[in-house]
Nanobody
């Protein structure tokens, strides 16, 4: 059964960095598109980064050149490296897995990132 568990969130000062992790059970990354979304307070959940089954990465303009998505199959973990964080990056961050072969989507429970001085 597919399970996604995010970790690594927390409080960070503007200009700081964080690395989020998403531990993925029962997922072969070459069969899924993996993605990170974020939901700022009072706003909708938006896609910010994705990596498809072939390893191609895409980023929202708001995080391009600051965030990097990666995956490690040996550790069954998806990552989001975030640098140069600003207060606009404050949100709950979610990882999502979408099967390449079915319409199944799986979500983690989210991890809070707060950027504040």
């Amino acid at each position: 059964q597919v399970q996604l568990v995010e970790s690594g969130g927390g409080l960070v000062q503007p200009g700081g960095s964080l690395r989020l992790s998403c531990a993925a059970s029962d997922i072969t990354f070459t069969q899924y598109t993996m993605a990170w979304y974020r939901e700022p307070p009072g706003r909708q959940r938006d896609l910010i980064a994705s990596i498809n089954a072939g390893g191609v990465q895409n980023y929202a303009d708001s995080v391009k050149d600051r965030f990097t998505i990666s995956r490690d199959q040996a550790k069954n973990t998806l990552y989001l490296q975030m640098i140069s964080l600003n207060e606009g990056d404050t949100a709950v961050y979610y990882c999502k897995a979408k099967s390449e072969w079915t319409d199944n989507n799986y979500w983690g429970q989210g991890t809070q990132v707060t950027v504040s001085s």
